[in-house]
């Protein structure tokens, strides 16, 4: 992954975004299951922390992730939010990333939790009804592609299965 050796950074005071570690699959997984909720899709969730550890961490992952941790006074550490991300290859630019999920806790947004992917363009996905999320990103000076000439797929299984048959 591009970005694994580079993220460890103090932001905003006690906020520290680094690359995540097995250790951290259990509460990645209480957050994706807050995702999914505030996203109306917690019936789809059928990971495990077991599956994180596997498909992260192991000799060739299959994405990778970091995360925003919060030091509180006492110095116990919180992980408080998360980027979910693999890397793409643009024929035109180069090294890309596409964030699958990104993801902090509603107390903690807009505290300026985020970092630089060393890569050259970082794509991503917004429900059409989350207009917050959408308005922030144009904030972020994030360029909307959405347009009727350009369709993204995808299939799931079984139907992938039956169409390798």
């Not at 909720?37 to 599956?51: A, F, G, T, V, Y």
Request: proline fraction near 4%; aromatic fraction near 10%.
């Amino acid at each position: 992954m591009y970005t694994h050796d580079r993220y460890s950074r103090r932001m905003d005071g006690n906020i520290t975004i680094r690359k995540a570690v097995i250790d951290d699959c259990d509460r990645l997984m209480e957050l994706m299951k807050e995702l999914a909720k505030h996203e109306n899709e917690i019936d789809l969730m059928q990971l495990s922390p077991e599956d994180l550890r596997r498909d992260g961490f192991g000799e060739n992952p299959h994405f990778g992730c970091v995360v925003a941790e919060l030091t509180n006074s006492e110095h116990e550490k919180t992980i408080i939010g998360y980027a979910l991300y693999f890397n793409t290859y643009s024929p035109k630019v180069g090294k890309c990333i596409y964030m699958e999920d990104i993801y902090v806790q509603p107390e903690y947004r807009r505290k300026r939790v985020a970092n630089n992917s060393g890569c050259y363009r970082l794509h991503w996905g917004c429900l059409e009804w989350n207009r917050t999320a959408m308005e922030f990103y144009k904030g972020q000076n994030a360029v909307d592609v959405t347009n009727p000439d350009h369709h993204i797929f995808h299939i799931d299984q079984p139907e992938l299965a039956k169409n390798c048959n």
